[in-house]
């Protein structure tokens, strides 16, 4: 079982930066991909970005491409997403979750989330 547990949510003006970060409770998470997904209130979840186990290749949504950038540092079990000029509709529930290749929707684990919250 892979526990994933996210941080780093916050309130933050528009234009602002946010980092968070999903770490793992198994070393079997070095061998995982990992996808960050958010679900704006009211609306269904969606893709955000995705990266490899070796952090080689990454793939983002084009709503935040430019903008994001996810990273991973395997020896701390963690990935990261650097969010750079915050926009209103980026605000969200933030999700990691952890599955055997990237993928848009398909993932083994989730986390439980993280608030971000974006104001004018």
């Known amino acids: 079982q892979v526990e994933l547990v996210e941080s780093g949510g916050g309130l933050v003006q528009a234009g602002g930066s946010l980092r968070l970060s999903c770490a793992a409770s198994e070393r079997i998470f070095a061998r995982y991909a990992v996808g960050w997904f958010r679900q704006p209130p009211g609306k269904e979840r969606e893709f955000v970005a995705t990266?490899?186990?070796?952090?080689?290749?990454?793939y983002y949504a084009d709503s935040v491409k430019g903008r994001f950038t996810i990273s991973r540092d395997n020896g701390k079990y963690t990935v990261y997403l650097q969010m750079n000029s915050l926009k209103l509709e980026d605000s969200a529930v933030y999700y990691c979750a952890a599955g055997p290749i990237p993928s848009y929707s398909d993932y083994d684990y989730w986390g439980q989330g993280t608030q971000v919250t974006v104001s004018s």
């Open positions: 990266i490899n186990w070796t952090g080689g290749n990454t």
